[in-house]
T-cell receptor, first 111, second 110 residues
Framework: SQTIHQWPATLVQPVGSPLSLECTVEGTSNPNLYWYRQAAGRGLQLLFYSVGIGQISSEVPQNLSASRPQDRQFILSSKKLLLSDSGFYLC??????????FGQGTRLTVV | RKEVEQDPGPFNVPEGATVAFNCTYSNSASQSFFWYRQDCRKEPKLLMSVYSSGNEDGRFTAQLNRASQYISLLIRDSKLSDSATYLCVVSNTGGFKTIFGAGTRLFVKA
């Protein structure tokens, strides 16, 4: 069966520090991968999606970036965090035409 | 205009009530539709897919109207455990881009 791992579960980082969140999927090949962010009390905002290794589509201009170095690995990064980067970050995978499955999320607080 | 728009919440209903959520989408070429449920501080989980002919799963009924670009979710005989945020989800023609609505918050009261 397919599983998705996302870590860490919680993170507190100072403003200006770098960020690296990692997500890996097991049990499937060539999934579409997604990073979403959810601010407190708000909906999910699509940040990036990827349809293959090295292929990244950005939905919202910001100081975040994403990379897909391997088929089932998706990384969200920032060189310098802003206070506004705080939120609940969710990684998801799906195959074409099917539903999306989410990791358990990372709750990021930038202080 | 947002790509996916949902009814503003919150909905406060008594146990046993029937409640309906609506969702509209802007891309007429959208291909896949879903309803997700999200509990507080948790990841969203699939509630049900939405098919063109409409579909039912127990107390939940989902409908799609492609002409009006409209999706609905009906919950009958509401339970306390139905309290959550319900997210409408739309995927584009290629199946790559998956957009979530902002969600509708439901509170079911005893």
């Amino acid at each position: 069966s397919q599983t998705i791992h996302q870590w860490p579960a919680t993170l507190v980082q100072p403003v200006g520090s770098p960020l690296s969140l990692e997500c890996t999927v097991e049990g499937t090949s060539n999934p579409n991968l997604y990073w979403y962010r959810q601010a407190a009390g708000r909906g999910l905002q699509l940040l990036f999606y990827s349809v293959g290794i090295g292929q990244i589509s950005s939905e919202v201009p910001q100081n975040l970036s994403a990379s897909r170095p391997q088929d089932r690995q998706f990384i969200l990064s920032s060189k310098k965090l802003l206070l506004s980067d705080s939120g609940f970050y969710l990684c998801a995978w799906r195959l074409r035409g099917t539903e999306a499955f989410f990791g358990q999320g990372t709750r990021l607080t930038v202080v | 205009r947002k790509e996916v728009e949902q009814d503003p919440g919150p909905f406060n209903v008594p146990e046993g009530a029937t409640v309906a959520f609506n969702c509209t989408y802007s891309n007429s070429a959208s291909q896949s539709f879903f309803w997700y449920r999200q509990d507080c501080r948790k990841e969203p989980k699939l509630l049900m897919s939405v098919y063109s002919s409409g579909n039912e799963d127990g107390r939940f009924t989902a409908q799609l109207n492609r002409a009006s670009q409209y999706i609905s979710l009906l919950i009958r005989d509401s339970k306390l455990s139905d309290s959550a945020t319900y997210l409408c989800v739309v995927s584009n023609t290629g199946g790559f881009k998956t957009i979530f609505g902002a969600g509708t918050r439901l509170f079911v009261k005893a």
